[in-house]
């Protein structure tokens, strides 16, 4: 039996109308996350995955708007909530840690009745001292001293405050939590002990998780799963072990390639050449393939199909597509 | 005697402390002045055309004693000796008539912040060539602009020369930042966590500008990071920085792949594998709580509060430095044989 589906995404393309021209942030992507999932979206510097992240929860910002495709959350479609409907299942049925969200906690307020003010917004609590009394109880939930409710964020280490985001998140009990570079800026020895109690919380709750990425290591070490997003796309997607030891799509590889170690024999880090695109106007065809080494003349006419290379996995690359789809093409 | 190797950077006991600035009142009330211990104490030796790295995490030091190494800040005691003379107390005046300015230069880490965006590229890479008033001649400057421009591969260097930073990448504008430090063909070159704002399949590329500088104009570096992983592809020799004191220092490959120290040990423990069934298995080595503040840093050795094998004898006493084979060394009381 196939366990439940708390996320699915439907190719969607989410762009943003500026002045100087269309962005395709999203652009045609699909996506599932499976109940106590671990997925990972990894991708470069503006290669959409906040956007994706702001999709899932409703939230995309002007001029930004979801142009098509389908979002199912816990078997309901919110593609087509009203905004007072998206509302409710807001923080309750997925939830988000947003990307440098620790540094806008609110200074002038106790972090606990910022966690507090959330429960009492949706009708979690009756009042603030009851709101308090499960702050209590998420902090401990996230390894904080439940006392650190009274401090004030700027009492706060970066890790502290980072926790006091993930206690927020998890405030009300939701199906899914969108980590949105949850360790980025923080030490190492701290990024461990956070991704530690995300993992912890993760399999004590049976709570899905999206971690957002640009570190890859990072996503060997906690993911089930992988999503790797390059310029709007999905260019390839599979469990963790697949990703990193058999990856298809010459992006994947080349990353993998990039990345340094420190364990095991020293290898040769090999730079992939040149840049991402600009995605007001990506490069034709496969958007790779300026920077590809395996690029074909149909690379740079047709975008690749999806090729299926396991029950859940799928890479989008030329290379794989079989003889018949390229000769239509 | 043996010939050594020739030392072009000799560090020796800096200190760099800043005053923590008080109220009137404060200082009346609790009398003595306080400082942030920034730099406590360290000594490395940097050899010609070596990369050297200085590695640690946030607030351990490694950005202040690279800006005292270029003549950003002035020690507070302790010797530095460049290319066989003692810089340690020059004024800014006789800092430049020796020719440090030109012989010195500094990478910055974020090349958003590090780039004057009202100014073009030329001009921006021009900038070290007027002030140190080493040509006048306006084609002349040009000339040098853009070859250094084809250098980094900043192509073609005319049209990127007449670009503003917003209108470049990341990864270019940190070319640009290249570019500049370079111009006056420098000999030692202290580069403060080039590539951590920059996307992994561009750090690679980076990297390989630097090297190449070292392999044809025999550029010697400090490179500063906290990533030891990238420290490992890029450097020689290491020195392990915790509260403004080396905990550890030896090659890159034996401390990275072989660390001692305790702090060591958790730092490297800690760094995410690329390799998912590693990482499954891999054992961290914890430390308790967090950085203490350089206001007031632990008596004896700084990390016995939060090291998982503190004896007696931590809490008292700052450990010696102790050579555990040629070249790797550690501070750390667990070494000394008692
Ligand atoms: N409000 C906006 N208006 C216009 N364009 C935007 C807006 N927000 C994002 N974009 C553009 O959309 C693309 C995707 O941005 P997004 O923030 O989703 O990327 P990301 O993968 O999260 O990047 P990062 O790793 O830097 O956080 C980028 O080209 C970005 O410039
Ligand atoms: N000008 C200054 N005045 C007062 N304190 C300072 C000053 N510059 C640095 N410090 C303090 O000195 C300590 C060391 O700072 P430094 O910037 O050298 O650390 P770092 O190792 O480079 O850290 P990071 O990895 O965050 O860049 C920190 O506690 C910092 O707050
Ligand atoms: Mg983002
Ligand atoms: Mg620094």
């Known amino acids: 039996m196939k366990t439940a589906t708390i996320l699915e995404v439907e190719n969607l393309k989410v762009y943003y109308f500026t002045q100087r021209g269309v962005v395709r942030?999203?652009?045609?992507?699909?996506?599932?996350i499976d109940k106590g999932e671990l997925v990972a979206l990894v991708g470069e510097s503006g290669s959409g995955k906040s956007t994706l992240a702001y999709a899932i929860m409703r939230m995309v910002p002007p001029p930004g708007r979801i142009v098509s495709g389908r979002i199912v959350l816990s078997g309901i479609d919110i593609t087509s909530l009203s905004e007072e409907e998206v509302r409710k299942l807001r923080w309750s049925k997925v939830s988000m840690i947003f990307q440098g969200a620790m540094n806008s906690l609110n200074p002038v307020m106790r972090v606990g009745d910022q966690i507090a003010e959330v429960l009492l917004y949706h009708g979690a609590v009756y009042d603030v001292e009851e709101g308090r009394k499960i702050a209590r109880e998420l902090f401990k939930l996230v390894g904080l001293d439940p006392e650190r409710v009274m401090s004030y964020p700027?009492?706060?280490?970066?890790?502290?405050?980072?926790?006091?985001?993930?206690?927020?998140?998890?405030?009300?009990?939701?199906?899914?939590?969108?980590a949105d570079e949850p360790t980025t800026g923080l030490d190492v020895t701290t990024q461990?002990?956070?991704?530690?109690?995300?993992?912890?919380?993760?399999?004590?709750t049976g709570i899905s998780v999206l971690l957002i990425t640009h570190d890859l290591p990072l996503v060997a070490e906690v993911s089930d799963r992988v999503y790797v997003m390059y310029a709007g796309k999905i260019v390839e997607t599979g469990d963790v072990d697949k990703i990193f030891y058999t990856p298809q799509h010459p992006y994947t590889k080349g990353l993998i390639g990039a990345v340094p170690s420190?364990?095991?024999?020293?290898?040769?880090?090999i730079a992939l050449p040149g840049e991402p695109p600009?995605?007001?106007?990506?490069?034709?065809?496969?958007?790779?393939?300026?920077?590809?080494?395996?690029?074909?003349?149909?690379?740079?006419?047709?975008?690749?199909?999806?090729?299926?290379?396991?029950?859940?996995?799928?890479?989008?690359?030329?290379?794989?597509?079989g003889e018949e789809v390229k000769k239509v093409a | 005697m043996p010939r050594q190797d020739q030392v072009l950077v000799e560090v020796d006991n800096l200190y760099k402390w800043f005053p923590v600035r008080r109220s009137f009142l404060e200082t009346l009330l609790k009398g003595e002045r306080l400082f942030v211990k920034a730099v406590d104490g360290i000594s490395f030796s940097i050899k010609k055309r070596e990369i050297y790295v200085l590695a640690g995490e946030s607030g351990s030091g490694k950005t202040t004693t690279g800006k005292v190494l270029v003549g950003l800040e002035k020690p507070t005691r302790g010797?530095?000796?460049?290319?066989?003379?003692?810089?340690?107390?020059?004024?800014?005046?006789?800092?430049?008539?020796?020719?440090?300015?030109?012989?010195?230069?500094?990478?910055?880490?974020?090349?958003?912040?590090?780039?004057?965006?009202?100014?073009?590229?030329?001009?921006?890479?021009?900038?070290?060539?007027?002030?140190?008033?080493?040509?006048?001649?306006?084609?002349?400057?040009?000339?040098?602009?853009?070859?250094?421009?084809?250098?980094?591969?900043?192509t073609p260097a005319t049209?990127?020369?007449?670009?503003?930073?917003?209108?470049?990448?990341?990864g270019q504008r940190q070319r640009v930042a290249i570019a500049r430090a370079m111009v006056l063909d420098p000999e030692f070159v202290v580069a403060d966590e080039p590539v951590s704002m920059l996307d992994a399949s561009i750090r690679a590329s980076i990297l390989d500008l630097l090297m190449y500088f070292r392999e044809h104009k025999n550029v010697t570096y400090l490179y500063i990071t906290h990533d030891l992983a990238t420290a490992r592809y890029v450097g020689d020799?290491?020195?392990?920085?915790?509260?403004?004191k080396i905990v550890e220092k030896g090659s890159v490959e034996d401390v990275v792949t072989n660390p001692q120290h305790p702090y060591t040990q958790a730092l490297v423990s800690s760094i995410p594998v690329p390799d998912p069934k590693y990482a499954r298995e891999k054992k961290r080595i914890e430390l308790k709580g967090e950085i203490p503040s350089p206001i007031n840093p632990p008596k004896g050795c700084r990390l016995h509060p939060r090291c998982p094998f503190a004896m007696d004898i931590c809490s008292r006493e700052e450990p010696p430095e102790v050579e555990i084979k040629p070249g790797h060394t550690v501070s750390c009381w667990l070494y000394v044989k008692r």
């Open chain 1, 262 to 269: 420190h364990i095991g024999p020293k290898k040769r880090l």
């Open chain 2, 79 to 154: 010797r530095i000796v460049y290319d066989g003379a003692d810089i340690s107390s020059l004024s800014l005046k006789e800092w430049r008539r020796q020719g440090l300015r030109k012989k010195i230069q500094m990478i910055f880490q974020d090349p958003y912040e590090s780039l004057n965006p009202r100014q073009r590229v030329l001009d921006i890479v021009a900038e070290p060539l007027i002030v140190n008033r080493v040509t006048r001649d306006k084609r002349e400057i040009e000339e040098r602009v853009l070859k250094i421009l084809e250098e980094v591969k900043l």
């Open chain 1, 192 to 204: 461990a002990k956070i991704m530690d109690t995300i993992r912890d919380i993760q399999r004590e």
């Open chain 2, 237 to 244: 020799r290491i020195a392990i920085m915790y509260l403004g």
């Open chain 1, 25 to 32: 942030a999203v652009d045609d992507v699909s996506l599932e």
């Open chain 1, 154 to 178: 700027h009492e706060l280490s970066g890790g502290q405050k980072q926790r006091v985001v993930i206690a927020m998140a998890l405030a009300l009990n939701p199906d899914l939590v969108i």
């Open chain 2, 159 to 170: 049209e990127f020369a007449y670009r503003y930073p917003h209108q470049l990448s990341g």
């Open chain 1, 278 to 321: 600009d995605l007001r106007s990506p490069p034709p065809g496969c958007r790779f393939h300026p920077r590809c080494s395996y690029a074909m003349p149909i690379c740079k006419r047709k975008e690749p199909p999806r090729t299926g290379t396991g029950p859940r996995d799928f890479v989008e690359c030329w290379l794989y597509a």
